[in-house]
């Protein structure tokens, strides 16, 4: 299994932007206002769009899977999101957003040949990405593919990603992080900046508790620093993120994975070159400095 690893780390590299492409994409952001949405702020559509395949899930199950949001921070949109649509009608304007979003994006991008295959490989990969105990990876599995194969590739990056997720969520319960450290043991390390955090809604106080906490564990320096400590278990808590997404790649083999990062270096490139995306990645999970929400 070991030697998936940094193939699983690779394909996030590459499938973690389109799948972000969701948050930040003015065509999204349209389809949104359509739904009845305010998109002053991007949480609206946030949340309706990456929950609306757990149903109309309310701000408990949300908080549980989404985990680094402060749980006052998911009460100021759920269940209110779901009565300005619910989640059907989510899903329908989701592929509507992104097919506006990628048909953008990839024009030019790959013949229609390779766009179908990338597709196929996509979905294998998807398929194979098991789903015990991962709940947002299981309930965009439980969906039915679209017909168009550019909406294939995204729903599939969607469902890989979501997996990642999910076991990276595990990673930090083992090492028993929870929420709040989870954030500020990830800008301790200079991952991403403490500010970038600030829309997850934690107070200050409840920051520097976090601190602290972590302080008492030896993973925060007197001067605020990360610890080489905290420094070597965020980098296990990744291997451990890589060893758990590393399944579906090795159901699809090196060669197929290879192939489907060739096919996706041009469509990540446009989503870059489009200049929406956000410098750095801020789930709280497992990160690299690519837009992400």
């Known amino acids: 299994m070991s030697e998936y690893l940094s193939v699983a780390r690779r394909m996030w590299h590459l499938l973690e932007p389109l799948h972000a492409t969701l948050y930040f994409a ?17 949480w609206p559509s946030y949340f309706a769009w ?3 395949p757990l149903g109309a899930a309310g701000p408990e199950l949300v908080a549980a899977t989404y985990y680094t949001f402060s749980p006052r921070m998911v009460t100021r949109y759920l269940p209110r999101i779901w009565t300005v649509a619910d989640p059907a009608k989510v899903l329908d304007a989701r592929l509507l957003a992104m097919d506006r979003a990628l048909t953008a994006l990839i024009d030019g991008r790959l013949t229609t040949a390779q766009l179908a295959e990338a597709a196929r490989l996509a979905r294998q990969a998807a398929e194979n990405a098991g789903t015990a105990a991962r709940p947002l990876a299981a309930a965009n599995r439980d969906l039915p593919w679209p ?4 909406l294939v590739l995204w729903q599939a990056a969607t469902v890989l990603r979501e997996h990642r997720g999910d076991g990276h969520l595990a990673a930090l319960l ?5 929420p709040c450290e989870a954030l500020v043991s990830f800008a ?7 500010a970038d955090f600030v829309g997850r809604g934690w107070s200050a106080q409840e920051w520097s508790d976090a601190r602290h906490r972590l302080a008492a564990r030896g993973w925060i320096a007197p001067d605020g620093t990360a610890t080489d400590r905290a420094h070597k278990e965020r980098e296990a808590i990744e291997r451990t993120t890589d060893r758990l997404a590393a399944g579906p790649w090795r159901a699809l083999g090196h ?8 096919l996706l270096h041009p469509v990540l490139g ?24």
């Open 26 to 42: 003015p065509e999204a952001r349209q389809v949104a206002a359509t739904l009845g949405h305010d998109v002053v702020s991007r």
């Open 50 to 52: 990456r929950t609306a």
């Open 147 to 150: 017909d168009a194969p550019h």
């Open 174 to 178: 083992t090492c028993e992080l929870d």
């Open 188 to 194: 301790a390390i200079g991952a991403a900046p403490a």
């Open 255 to 262: 060669s197929r994975a290879e192939r489907l990062a060739q």
């Open 270 to 293: 446009a989503v870059f070159e489009a200049g929406y995306l956000p410098r750095h990645s801020t789930l709280g999970i497992g990160r690299v400095k690519v837009g992400c929400p």
